[in-house]
């Protein structure tokens, strides 16, 4: 038995799908199967009750799932740690969701570079809970998303809460009606409402239907999900209906558009930045701290 054998098996439990898993481990579903098969030989008990349609842990399969994420977790902080001691590690690596670039995430990558030169810093776009599984598996160091998921092993910090704002075309009808009045759901709840991303949810589309729940209402003529921001403000161009974006979009799409913000306290959207539990970690307490910092959270 060994640390590989522990990482398959993690991913059939999580995905429970030996295909989904190989895909997710970049590997061959024969092979998954048969290094699975080879780890029940070798603890002689079963550990999955295999169906034709499903996958189920058994009593010890759930016991070795438990101790298994313990122990590739701690693999993966002595790997670090001795790197880090080493002097062997010194990048720190971040995923972020599109949108919060726009925030005071940009200040805190440049200003982290200035402070520390001796560290690389390698950024790459992703979900939210695609942040919660790399920092898992040790991918990445850093999350900054929008989700208010709970994980025991993740630590959470929200760094701002962002005022949401509606995006119209500058001719919207609209604009005439609330001239220097505030903006509520309601007024919007009836208009073609263009919202982003098309991705599995949850995610910054389920968080704004939530806000309107919080209401009551829901928005009775939503365009079906389109990729991401740019899209979204591309149709509001082209008159096609409006959209919500987070405070830090608005600076940065001004042609032709106009942004309200919506006046009821609860309409924001979080920045949280995410990174693992119990990891003493310098490059990471550097990001965290001069973070706080910049988005004035200390």
């Known amino acids: 038995m ?5 990482k398959y098996f993690i991913a ?42 499903s996958i189920e842990l058994t009593i010890a399969g759930k016991y070795f799932y438990e101790n298994a994420k313990k122990i590739v977790q701690s693999e993966i902080h002595l790997k670090k740690m001795t790197q880090q001691i080493g002097g062997a590690n010194n990048t720190l690596r971040i995923g972020f969701i599109g ?23 390698h950024v790459k776009a992703m979900n939210t809970l695609k942040q919660i599984e ?9 999350g900054i998303g929008r989700l208010k998921l709970i994980d025991p092993e993740i630590e959470r910090i929200i760094l701002k809460q962002e ?3 509606v995006a119209f075309y500058k001719e919207h009808p609209l604009l005439q009606q609330k001239s220097n009045q505030p903006l509520y759901l309601e007024d919007i709840v009836n208009e073609p409402l263009i919202l982003f991303p098309d991705t599995a949810q949850p995610n910054f589309l389920s968080n704004i239907l939530e806000t309107f729940a919080v209401k009551m209402i829901a928005p009775t003529n939503l365009f079906d999900p389109v990729r ?6 591309g149709l509001v ?23 309200l913000p919506l006046s009821e306290s609860f309409a924001s959207t979080p920045i949280i930045l995410s990174h693992r539990k119990n990891e003493s970690y310098i490059l990471v307490e550097n990001f965290i701290r001069l973070s706080k910092r910049i988005f004035g959270c200390e």
């Open 99 to 121: 949108s919060t670039i726009y925030s005071e995430l940009a200040d805190c990558i440049k200003n982290y570079r200035i402070q520390y030169p001796d560290t690389a810093i």
């Open 228 to 233: 991401d921001v740019q899209s979204a403000l």
């Open 2 to 6: 060994d640390i590989r054998q522990m």
């Open 134 to 142: 790399k920092l898992k598996n040790g991918t990445i160091d850093v």
């Open 237 to 259: 161009l082209a008159g096609l209906g409006v959209s919500i974006v987070s405070e830090g979009v608005v600076n940065n799409y001004s042609r032709d558009l106009v942004f």
């Open 163 to 165: 005022k949401l704002y």
């Open 12 to 53: 059939v439990v999580e995905e429970l799908n030996f295909t989904k898993a190989a895909e997710k481990l970049f590997i061959a579903q024969p092979p998954l199967s048969r290094a699975i098969q080879n780890l029940e030989e070798e603890l002689e008990v079963s550990l999955l009750v295999r169906n034709t349609r």
